[in-house]
């Protein structure tokens, strides 16, 4: 199996699963216990935290964990929203997550004003846009980092410029950017932003909230006293440790493993592009993630491509979303005015350390003879 869908999900490291079985197995006491049992345990979701907030720049202090990265952004948003109820203004982009996206329809309905901000066809955000967009009654601007379809990165600099200048809280979904680019929350004036564990080898439903001191915040649920009041209920230990381990190794083989796996990410798109024809690199002109490449297929269903791939063994993934029995084309290439002939054809490859040239180098192989095996569709 060829597995290239690692922006979906990350193989957990040895380390970590070893880490977390060892916490299942033998630190199983309840880390708010006042005995030694559960004061050790306690040390373990400390140092944990210490290895959160060192991959951020954060101080431990400032880390939240959470079920994962849906619930860091649900509580980010709508914790600041509770917390400044005479504000009804959202400010988001036309490409987020579902995370957002979705949290952003229901608070539509709930009589919040959302706006959601333009792309360019590269992906890359509307920053006069946004800037026109921010008043005194925007409670929050919540955008993401880097794009789970595209690796397109968004200029945080300057949003986070922006937002400080106008005085309005920012939220970043930094789900597919923490492990991909440096995160420093030291020099980035950001006063929320989401991370998860299973997108940097760690482990799946684990997650954390970075809140920046003296930021209003309210909490989701309503229970015991864990987390500061932020995230009730008993901690996920074990999910915690493994997050707390992948963050660390994350950031100790940074350099080593974005320089390996953009080399390998690089040598896929030139190796498509060279024989496959009619193919169409989304977000390709825009900064990204090293990982990640979205490539159109012209005139082809993702759908019927993923099969094919599938039946080789080879894991992709496509943004498309199968809507009433025609598959539309994601929303963020749809955003970002992508041509219909390239749009419908599109398919995610997202590597990671433990992908090889050998890879690579099949699929490459494969693709042009699994792609003249599909029909052409013309689009209209
Ligand atoms: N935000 C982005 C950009 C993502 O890619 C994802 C996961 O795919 C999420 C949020 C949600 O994270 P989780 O799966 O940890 O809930």
Redesign the pocket.
């Known amino acids: 199996m060829i597995y290239f869908d690692n922006?979906?999900?990350t193989r957990p490291l040895d380390e970590v699963v070893e880490a977390m079985l060892e916490l299942l197995r033998v630190d199983y006491a309840n880390p708010s216990s006042v005995h030694q049992f559960g004061q050790r345990v306690r040390h373990r979701v400390e140092c944990a935290r210490e290895q959160v907030a060192a991959l951020i720049g954060a101080s431990p202090k400032e880390i939240v964990f959470t079920g994962?990265?849906?619930?860091?952004?649900n509580l980010a948003v709508r914790g600041v929203l509770a917390a400044q109820p005479t504000k009804r203004r959202l400010v988001t982009s036309g490409v987020?997550?579902?995370?957002?996206k979705r949290l952003g329809e229901q608070l539509a309905r709930e009589g919040y004003v959302v706006e959601r901000v333009g792309v360019d066809q590269e992906g890359r955000l509307d920053l006069a846009e946004l800037e026109r967009r921010l008043d005194d009654e925007t409670a929050l601007v919540s955008v993401?980092w880097?794009?789970?379809e595209t690796g397109v990165l968004f200029d945080v600099e300057r949003i986070a410029a922006l937002t400080a200048d106008r005085g309005v809280p920012l939220h970043l979904?930094a789900?597919?950017a923490v492990g991909r680019v440096p995160v420093d929350v030291a020099s980035l004036p950001v006063q929320l932003l989401?991370l998860?564990?299973?997108?940097i080898h760690g482990p799946?439903?684990?997650?954390a909230l970075y809140v920046r001191r003296r930021t209003r915040l309210r909490p989701l649920l309503v229970g015991g006293r864990q987390e500061r009041d932020l995230r009730p209920g008993t901690e996920n230990v074990a999910g915690i440790v493994g997050l707390g381990l992948a963050a660390e190794i994350c950031g100790r083989r940074f350099e080593r493993v974005r320089d390996e796996v953009a080399a390998l990410r690089d040598r896929l798109e030139r190796g498509i592009r060279q024989y496959c024809p009619n193919t169409r690199v989304n977000g390709g002109g825009a900064p990204r993630t090293y990982n990640t490449t979205n490539i159109g297929f012209e005139n082809l269903q993702a759908e019927a491509i993923l099969l094919v791939l599938s039946e080789h063994g080879i894991c992709a993934s496509s943004g498309a979303a199968c809507s009433s029995g025609s598959l539309e084309p994601s929303h963020v290439l749809q955003a970002m005015n992508i041509e219909t002939r390239f749009a419908h054809g599109a398919i995610r490859f997202s590597l990671s350390q433990f992908n090889t040239a050998d890879q690579v180098d099949r699929v490459v192989e494969a693709l042009p003879r699994l792609l003249a095996s599909l029909t052409p569709v013309t689009t209209v």
Do not use: C
Not at 96 to 100: L, M, P
Not at 196 to 199: F, L, M, V, Y
């Open positions: 922006n979906a999900t994962g990265g849906t619930e860091s952004i987020e997550h579902s995370a957002v993401m880097a794009n789970n979904d789900v597919q989401s998860s564990g299973h997108k799946k439903g684990t997650g």
